[in-house]
Protein backbone atom coordinates (compact mmCIF):
# COMPACT_ATOMS: atom_id res chain seq x y z
CA UNK A 1 0.00 0.00 0.00
CA UNK A 2 1.08 3.72 -1.30
CA UNK A 3 2.23 5.30 1.97
CA UNK A 4 1.73 9.05 1.12
CA UNK A 5 0.05 9.37 -2.41
CA UNK A 6 -0.08 12.65 -4.64
CA UNK A 7 -2.52 12.75 -7.72
CA UNK A 8 -2.28 13.40 -10.78
CA UNK A 9 1.58 12.89 -10.66
CA UNK A 10 1.79 15.03 -14.22
CA UNK A 11 -0.13 18.46 -14.75
CA UNK A 12 0.43 20.84 -17.57
CA UNK A 13 -1.73 23.78 -17.72
CA UNK A 14 -2.07 27.37 -18.96
CA UNK A 15 -0.71 30.36 -17.59
CA UNK A 16 -3.73 31.92 -15.42
CA UNK A 17 -5.40 28.63 -14.89
CA UNK A 18 -6.70 27.45 -11.16
CA UNK A 19 -5.33 24.26 -10.33
CA UNK A 20 -4.94 21.43 -7.30
CA UNK A 21 -2.81 18.40 -6.40
CA UNK A 22 -4.15 16.15 -4.11
CA UNK A 23 -2.21 14.31 -1.18
CA UNK A 24 -3.30 11.71 0.81
CA UNK A 25 -1.49 9.85 3.42
CA UNK A 26 -2.45 6.45 5.09
CA UNK A 27 0.17 6.51 7.82
CA UNK A 28 -1.50 7.92 10.71
CA UNK A 29 0.89 11.23 11.13
CA UNK A 30 -0.10 14.21 12.80
CA UNK A 31 1.96 16.38 10.35
CA UNK A 32 1.64 17.16 6.31
CA UNK A 33 3.90 18.88 4.30
CA UNK A 34 4.14 20.39 0.89
CA UNK A 35 7.92 21.50 -0.61
CA UNK A 36 8.65 22.41 -4.29
CA UNK A 37 12.06 21.55 -6.03
CA UNK A 38 12.82 23.85 -9.05
CA UNK A 39 14.62 22.56 -11.84
CA UNK A 40 17.58 22.68 -9.81
CA UNK A 41 16.29 20.50 -7.22
CA UNK A 42 16.69 22.29 -4.67
CA UNK A 43 13.99 21.68 -1.93
CA UNK A 44 12.17 24.17 -0.45
CA UNK A 45 9.87 24.04 2.40
CA UNK A 46 6.16 25.25 1.55
CA UNK A 47 3.82 24.56 3.88
CA UNK A 48 3.63 22.48 7.64
CA UNK A 49 0.42 21.39 8.97
CA UNK A 50 -1.12 19.61 11.30
CA UNK A 51 -4.63 19.99 13.47
CA UNK A 52 -3.23 22.58 15.45
CA UNK A 53 -0.97 24.71 13.69
CA UNK A 54 -0.22 25.72 9.66
CA UNK A 55 3.19 27.11 9.41
CA UNK A 56 3.62 29.08 6.45
CA UNK A 57 6.75 29.89 4.59
CA UNK A 58 6.87 33.50 4.12
CA UNK A 59 8.39 33.57 0.38
CA UNK A 60 5.37 31.43 -1.07
CA UNK A 61 3.17 33.26 -2.69
CA UNK A 62 -0.73 33.64 -1.16
CA UNK A 63 -1.75 32.41 -4.65
CA UNK A 64 -0.88 28.98 -3.00
CA UNK A 65 -2.83 27.78 -0.38
CA UNK A 66 -3.44 24.73 1.63
CA UNK A 67 -6.34 22.94 2.14
CA UNK A 68 -7.22 20.18 4.65
CA UNK A 69 -10.34 18.40 4.51
CA UNK A 70 -8.88 15.74 7.14
CA UNK A 71 -5.89 14.50 8.80
CA UNK A 72 -4.88 12.33 6.21
CA UNK A 73 -5.19 14.89 3.31
CA UNK A 74 -3.65 18.23 2.63
CA UNK A 75 -4.31 19.34 -0.59
CA UNK A 76 -2.55 22.53 -2.35
CA UNK A 77 -4.47 24.54 -4.26
CA UNK A 78 -2.68 27.37 -7.64
CA UNK A 79 -4.34 30.53 -8.19
CA UNK A 80 -3.65 32.22 -11.08
CA UNK A 81 -0.94 30.03 -12.51
CA UNK A 82 2.58 31.71 -13.56
CA UNK A 83 5.37 30.22 -15.78
CA UNK A 84 7.45 30.16 -12.52
CA UNK A 85 5.45 27.93 -10.81
CA UNK A 86 6.81 24.93 -13.17
CA UNK A 87 8.61 22.45 -11.07
CA UNK A 88 8.31 19.41 -8.92
CA UNK A 89 5.67 19.46 -6.09
CA UNK A 90 6.12 16.97 -2.84
CA UNK A 91 3.45 15.96 -0.29
CA UNK A 92 5.52 14.74 2.90
CA UNK A 93 3.94 13.56 6.10
CA UNK A 94 5.86 12.87 9.70
CA UNK A 95 5.12 11.77 13.37
CA UNK A 96 6.13 15.32 14.81
CA UNK A 97 5.45 13.57 18.39
CA UNK A 98 7.90 10.34 17.20
CA UNK A 99 11.12 10.03 17.92
CA UNK A 100 12.88 11.13 14.63
CA UNK A 101 10.10 13.07 13.34
CA UNK A 102 11.69 11.25 9.80
CA UNK A 103 9.24 12.70 6.69
CA UNK A 104 7.75 10.54 4.38
CA UNK A 105 7.04 11.63 1.07
CA UNK A 106 4.58 11.09 -1.81
CA UNK A 107 5.91 10.43 -6.09
CA UNK A 108 5.85 14.20 -6.90
CA UNK A 109 3.70 15.92 -8.98
CA UNK A 110 5.29 17.71 -12.21
CA UNK A 111 3.88 21.04 -12.89
CA UNK A 112 4.39 22.19 -16.06
CA UNK A 113 3.00 25.98 -17.21
CA UNK A 114 2.97 26.78 -20.59
CA UNK B 1 18.95 29.95 11.42
CA UNK B 2 20.08 26.96 10.38
CA UNK B 3 21.86 26.24 7.20
CA UNK B 4 23.14 22.83 5.46
CA UNK B 5 25.84 23.26 2.84
CA UNK B 6 26.46 19.84 0.50
CA UNK B 7 29.63 21.31 -1.14
CA UNK B 8 30.31 18.17 -4.15
CA UNK B 9 27.45 19.16 -6.80
CA UNK B 10 28.44 15.91 -8.50
CA UNK B 11 30.69 12.74 -7.80
CA UNK B 12 30.94 9.86 -9.96
CA UNK B 13 32.86 6.37 -8.81
CA UNK B 14 33.45 3.15 -10.31
CA UNK B 15 30.77 0.34 -9.00
CA UNK B 16 32.20 -1.83 -5.83
CA UNK B 17 34.15 1.69 -4.29
CA UNK B 18 33.39 3.02 -1.87
CA UNK B 19 32.08 7.49 -1.91
CA UNK B 20 31.94 9.22 0.66
CA UNK B 21 29.27 12.73 0.34
CA UNK B 22 30.20 15.74 2.65
CA UNK B 23 27.24 17.51 4.44
CA UNK B 24 27.78 20.28 6.99
CA UNK B 25 25.36 22.18 9.16
CA UNK B 26 25.26 25.21 11.11
CA UNK B 27 23.10 25.36 14.34
CA UNK B 28 23.04 26.54 18.15
CA UNK B 29 20.87 23.91 19.00
CA UNK B 30 22.31 21.05 21.38
CA UNK B 31 20.08 18.07 20.33
CA UNK B 32 18.52 17.65 16.72
CA UNK B 33 18.23 15.01 13.82
CA UNK B 34 20.02 14.88 10.62
CA UNK B 35 19.06 12.57 7.84
CA UNK B 36 20.04 11.61 4.48
CA UNK B 37 17.53 11.14 1.76
CA UNK B 38 18.29 9.74 -2.06
CA UNK B 39 16.04 11.12 -5.09
CA UNK B 40 16.78 8.41 -7.96
CA UNK B 41 15.63 9.03 -11.56
CA UNK B 42 12.44 7.78 -10.77
CA UNK B 43 12.18 11.33 -8.14
CA UNK B 44 11.04 9.76 -5.31
CA UNK B 45 12.44 10.59 -1.92
CA UNK B 46 13.63 8.02 0.00
CA UNK B 47 15.15 8.21 3.80
CA UNK B 48 18.69 6.42 3.61
CA UNK B 49 19.62 7.35 7.28
CA UNK B 50 19.37 9.17 10.31
CA UNK B 51 21.30 10.44 13.23
CA UNK B 52 20.39 11.79 16.53
CA UNK B 53 22.59 14.50 17.78
CA UNK B 54 23.08 13.46 21.28
CA UNK B 55 23.71 9.73 20.48
CA UNK B 56 27.90 9.76 19.66
CA UNK B 57 27.47 6.31 17.75
CA UNK B 58 27.20 6.55 14.15
CA UNK B 59 24.56 5.18 12.26
CA UNK B 60 24.76 3.12 9.81
CA UNK B 61 22.36 1.45 7.32
CA UNK B 62 23.59 -1.84 5.37
CA UNK B 63 26.13 -0.36 3.16
CA UNK B 64 25.42 3.09 4.27
CA UNK B 65 26.98 4.84 7.42
CA UNK B 66 27.51 7.90 8.74
CA UNK B 67 30.57 9.72 9.96
CA UNK B 68 29.14 12.28 12.88
CA UNK B 69 30.96 15.07 14.09
CA UNK B 70 28.86 17.16 16.43
CA UNK B 71 31.59 19.37 17.70
CA UNK B 72 32.84 19.81 13.95
CA UNK B 73 29.15 20.09 12.56
CA UNK B 74 29.95 17.58 10.05
CA UNK B 75 27.72 14.87 8.78
CA UNK B 76 29.00 12.94 5.85
CA UNK B 77 27.65 9.73 3.95
CA UNK B 78 29.70 6.25 3.36
CA UNK B 79 28.49 4.53 0.54
CA UNK B 80 30.29 1.23 0.72
CA UNK B 81 30.60 -1.31 -2.50
CA UNK B 82 28.70 1.03 -4.25
CA UNK B 83 25.94 -0.28 -6.68
CA UNK B 84 24.38 1.31 -10.36
CA UNK B 85 21.00 1.68 -8.25
CA UNK B 86 22.78 4.37 -5.81
CA UNK B 87 23.22 6.15 -8.86
CA UNK B 88 20.91 9.36 -7.16
CA UNK B 89 20.50 12.68 -5.83
CA UNK B 90 21.36 12.90 -2.13
CA UNK B 91 20.41 15.43 0.07
CA UNK B 92 21.38 16.33 3.47
CA UNK B 93 18.95 17.19 5.84
CA UNK B 94 18.89 19.08 9.54
CA UNK B 95 15.30 18.93 11.56
CA UNK B 96 15.26 22.19 12.97
CA UNK B 97 12.93 23.01 15.91
CA UNK B 98 9.37 23.16 14.30
CA UNK B 99 9.95 19.91 13.16
CA UNK B 100 10.59 21.36 9.59
CA UNK B 101 14.08 19.82 7.61
CA UNK B 102 16.55 22.44 6.58
CA UNK B 103 17.91 20.96 3.00
CA UNK B 104 21.37 21.20 0.97
CA UNK B 105 21.32 21.25 -2.55
CA UNK B 106 22.03 17.76 -2.77
CA UNK B 107 25.19 16.36 -4.71
CA UNK B 108 24.24 14.10 -7.59
CA UNK B 109 25.87 10.80 -7.90
CA UNK B 110 27.01 8.49 -10.75
CA UNK B 111 27.69 4.96 -10.16
CA UNK B 112 29.45 4.04 -13.11
CA UNK B 113 29.69 0.40 -14.49
Known amino acids: DTAVSQTPKYLVTQMGNDKSIKCEQNLGHDTMYWYKQDSKKFLKIMFSYNNKELIINETVPNRFSPKSPDKAHLNLHINSLELGDSAVYFC?????????????FGPGTRLTVL | AQTVTQSQPEMSVQEAETVTLSCTYDTSENNYYLFWYKQPPSRQMILVIRQEAYKQQNATENRFSVNFQKAAKSFSLKISDSQLGDTAMYFC??????????WGAGTKLIIKP
Open chain 1, 92 to 104: ASSQVSGPYNEQF
Open chain 2, 93 to 102: AYRDSNYQLI
